[in-house]
């Protein structure tokens, strides 16, 4: 199944890893919340390192909106337990495991040499609530759009 990242759509239940290599599933990294998941384009995109970081920084405000953050890197769990020390928030940093998020539908462009990163704000359920995704890394997250989004509520199942 591929996911699409279009408000409405039901994400799928990935296959994920954590820093450890432990396997893991989005439904249970989400432990039945709504959830920010980020998609970085690798472990070491320095735009996507920021976008995590104004992640992390706004997670008061995310979790004041009934959300929580999740970031996969396609990278291995080596690289994923880096980024999260780097980091040093408890933001959750899982891995694809697979080397891409084709899973997620962020096929690998150009001859599989360009991996898109994106943002999804999930319900629960994993219904879209919103979603953004680009080959460019500045594009593929946009803080005052999911901002906007958490505040409209439509993640939260009251």
Request: glycine content about 10%; overall charge neutral; hydrophobic content about 40%.
């Given at each position: 199944m591929t996911a699409t990242f279009e408000p409405g759509a039901r994400f799928p239940d990935l296959e994920l890893r954590d820093g450890m290599g432990r396997p893991t599933r989005l439904a249970e990294a989400m432990g039945g919340e709504a959830?920010?998941?980020f998609f970085l384009r690798?472990?070491?995109c320095p735009v996507c390192r920021n976008h995590l970081k104004t992640l992390a920084k706004r997670q008061g405000d995310i979790?004041?909106?009934?959300a929580k953050v999740i970031s996969v890197v396609p990278d291995g769990p080596e690289e994923a337990r880096e980024l999260a020390m780097w980091l040093g928030l408890p933001v959750p940093v899982l891995t694809s495991g697979t080397g891409s998020h084709?899973?997620?539908g962020l096929?690998?462009?150009f001859w599989g040499?360009?991996?898109p990163s994106g943002t999804v704000l999930l319900a629960p359920s994993r219904e879209v609530?919103?979603?953004r995704q680009s080959a460019l890394p500045p594009l593929g997250f946009n803080e005052k759009e999911l901002m906007t989004a958490l505040a409209r509520g439509v993640h939260r199942p009251d």
């Amino acid at each position: 199944m591929t996911a699409t990242f279009e408000p409405g759509a039901r994400f799928p239940d990935l296959e994920l890893r954590d820093g450890m290599g432990r396997p893991t599933r989005l439904a249970e990294a989400m432990g039945g919340e709504a959830a920010v998941v980020f998609f970085l384009r690798n472990a070491a995109c320095p735009v996507c390192r920021n976008h995590l970081k104004t992640l992390a920084k706004r997670q008061g405000d995310i979790t004041a909106n009934r959300a929580k953050v999740i970031s996969v890197v396609p990278d291995g769990p080596e690289e994923a337990r880096e980024l999260a020390m780097w980091l040093g928030l408890p933001v959750p940093v899982l891995t694809s495991g697979t080397g891409s998020h084709a899973e997620a539908g962020l096929e690998p462009l150009f001859w599989g040499k360009l991996q898109p990163s994106g943002t999804v704000l999930l319900a629960p359920s994993r219904e879209v609530v919103y979603g953004r995704q680009s080959a460019l890394p500045p594009l593929g997250f946009n803080e005052k759009e999911l901002m906007t989004a958490l505040a409209r509520g439509v993640h939260r199942p009251d």
